[in-house]
Structure formats: structure tokens, C-alpha cells
């Protein structure tokens, strides 16, 4: 089993930063793609970004558009989520998730934290 802590959420204004952190203990972090996803209140969970094992690759959401940021240390069995320049419209819970590969639904990631709320006041 890996389990995953995500850590980091709070409350900030538009335009504030946040940086979300996600522990992995467990299993060998360094062989899974991770990936961040968000669920705001009354809504599915969408696909915020993921990082491949090594860190060459990165794909997000095109809601992103060039705010946020993930990086990975293997060494120390963690991913973050940089966030900046957030909108209201980020307000949700963001969950990690660990999976073999990168991927953009749910159903590609078998390990999931419990989630850190974030919520971006206008």
C-alpha cells in the first residue's frame, strides 16, 4: 500500500499563492506517476495536473493556464502543487493521487490522499 497526506490548503485572497505538498510513505514513491485533481463543492473531480516518475513530464488542466506548478523529489517521497495568481473559481479540495502512469481521469490513479481544502476568497 503507499499512502499519501496531502498537506498545505487554507484560505487565501484572489491573486495570493499557495503551495499544497503531498508525503508518500509506504511503497517506492519514485515508481509512480503522480497527479493532483479538485472537487469543489456539488461537483466531479477534475484533473488539475500530473508528474511523471522521473519528473520529465508534466501535463495540465487547461484551467491552469500557466499558474500552478508540480515538481516531485523522489528522495523525499514528495509532489507539490504550486499554485498562483488563484481565482475563486479554485476553491475546492485538492487530492493527490499516485498511479503507474500519468493520466488525466480518476480511474488512472489506484492511490488517493484524503484531500486539503483549499478556498480563494474574491
Known amino acids: 500500500q503507499l499512502q499519501l497526506v496531502e498537506s498545505g490548503g487554507g484560505l487565501v485572497q484572489a491573486g495570493g499563492s499557495l503551495r499544497l505538498s503531498c508525503a508518500a510513505s509506504g511503497r517506492t514513491f519514485s515508481s509512480y506517476a503522480m497527479g493532483w485533481f479538485r472537487q469543489a463543492p456539488g461537483k466531479e473531480r477534475k484533473f488539475v495536473g500530473t508528474?511523471?516518475?522521473?519528473?520529465?513530464?508534466?501535463y495540465y488542466a487547461d484551467f491552469v493556464e500557466g499558474r500552478f506548478t508540480i515538481n516531485r523529489d523522489n528522495a523525499m517521497n514528495t509532489v507539490w502543487l504550486q499554485m498562483n495568481s488563484l481565482k475563486p473559481e479554485d476553491t475546492a479540495v485538492y487530492y493527490c493521487?499516485?498511479?503507474?502512469?500519468?493520466?488525466?481521469?480518476?480511474?488512472?490513479?489506484?492511490?488517493w490522499g484524503q484531500g486539503t481544502e483549499v478556498t480563494v476568497s474574491s
Open positions: 493521487a499516485a498511479g503507474n502512469n500519468t493520466g488525466f481521469l480518476p480511474y488512472a490513479y489506484g492511490y
Open positions: 508528474i511523471n516518475w522521473d519528473s520529465s513530464t508534466t
